[in-house]
């Protein structure tokens, strides 16, 4: 029987980088559109694109692009009646994930950030507010359940991370994903309105404030635990915190076991992320014969840190899928 394919991410995401749209975040290249002139984003092109690339998948055809991606998912053909086939159109128009990431600017430098790599030049290239308002008038975007992620660079580097924000919340969106550092703190998102799914994520990456500088070149470890503290305080928002392994750095149990300690102080504690410096897998050729067996056995140990202290531990399924490899 003839294969067919299905990608959620592809139908409902826009992910803005610093000269394309693409239409999802994940381990493979992704599908996009390169976008000549950011004043002009034409709604129309973007579902044009979308949809090809939909029709593709439905026909069994993998785009390049799309190799190895693990949210990728075989579907049966089934045939559509008339009815279903008018709905889907109309849900393939409406976006439901938006990942705010065409700024790079950030107020640390850690060592292991891959956007140094992807996106060597930190200048930002157009305002995404006036996009966000135009999206908005067109319909384009989901004032039912739209969820915003803001990647990056640093939030608390983009200028107009205040009015945007606030743009998508007055919008009726309240589930927010905020991926950040945590060095500054950031007022405006006490003013936001944000629903039990919203949650930060801060890249902690240590447990320490000396392995924080080595890791960040900035000595703000106490800083950011503070300010954590306080939008603990004063918001509803819930926490992830990060730790990425890094060779000869993080990645020894000791300093597993002090950031375990530092983060199960707080009370709204989502989940820890687990995860391997993507410059050891994914960005490199040959990538997995670089990541050390003993990794194995820090997640593990990890995961069991993390039992014990009734802690969410979380790895992505790309990640669980190299340390079975080892
Ligand atoms: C590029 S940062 C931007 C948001 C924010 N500045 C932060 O650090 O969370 C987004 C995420 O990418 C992760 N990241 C960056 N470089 C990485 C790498 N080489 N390997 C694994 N994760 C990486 C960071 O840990 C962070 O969780
Ligand atoms: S299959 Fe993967 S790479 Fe392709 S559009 Fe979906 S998420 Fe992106
Ligand atoms: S805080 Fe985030 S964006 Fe900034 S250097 Fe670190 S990983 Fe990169």
Redo the contacts with the bound molecule.
């Keep these: 029987m003839k294969k067919s394919y299905y ?1 959620e ?2 139908e409902k995401t826009l992910h803005f980088l610093p000269e394309e749209i693409k ?2 975040c ?1 381990c ?4 996009g559109i390169k976008i000549k002139d950011f004043s002009k984003v034409d709604k129309k092109e973007i579902i044009k694109v979308k949809n090809k ?1 939909i029709k593709q998948l439905k026909n069994g055809v993998i ?1 390049s ?2 190799f190895g ?1 693990l ?2 998912k075989e579907q049966k053909i089934q045939k559509e009646s008339l009815f279903q086939k008018i709905l889907k159109k109309k849900e393939n128009k409406v976006v439901s994930h938006v990942i705010v990431d065409h700024y790079k600017q950030c107020d640390c430098s850690c060592i292991y950030c891959s956007q140094k790599i992807l996106h060597p030049d930190v200048i930002q290239k157009y305002e995404l507010l006036p996009i966000i308002e135009q999206l908005y008038d067109q319909k384009l975007l989901s004032k039912q359940d739209l969820v915003v992620e803001f990647q990056g660079g640093n939030i608390s580097m983009l200028s107009e991370f205040d009015n945007l924000i606030k743009t998508f919340n007055s919008n009726e969106c309240h589930e927010f994903r905020l991926l950040m550092n945590g060095i500054k703190y950031l007022p405006v998102l006490e003013t936001i309105s944000f629903n039990n799914s919203s949650f930060v994520s801060i890249s902690l990456d240590s447990g320490t404030r000396e392995t924080f500088c080595k890791i960040k070149n900035v000595d703000a470890f106490e800083q950011t635990i503070e300010n954590i503290k306080k939008l603990e305080k004063r918001t509803d928002l819930r926490f992830s915190f990060k730790y990425i392994l890094i060779k000869d750095v993080n990645d020894n149990k000791e300093e597993i076991e002090k950031f375990i300690n530092v983060v199960k102080s707080f009370e709204r504690l989502n989940n820890v992320i687990f995860d391997i410096d993507y410059r050891d897998t994914f960005m490199i050729p040959e990538s997995t014969k670089k990541v050390p067996s003993y990794y194995k056995e820090l997640f593990d140990y990890a995961e069991k840190l993390c039992n014990d202290n009734k802690i969410v531990f979380t790895i992505s399924e790309y990640t669980k899928k190299i340390l079975s490899d080892l």
């Design positions: 990608c991410k592809l239409f999802c994940s493979a290249e992704g599908l690339y785009p692009q799309c991606c949210e990728l």
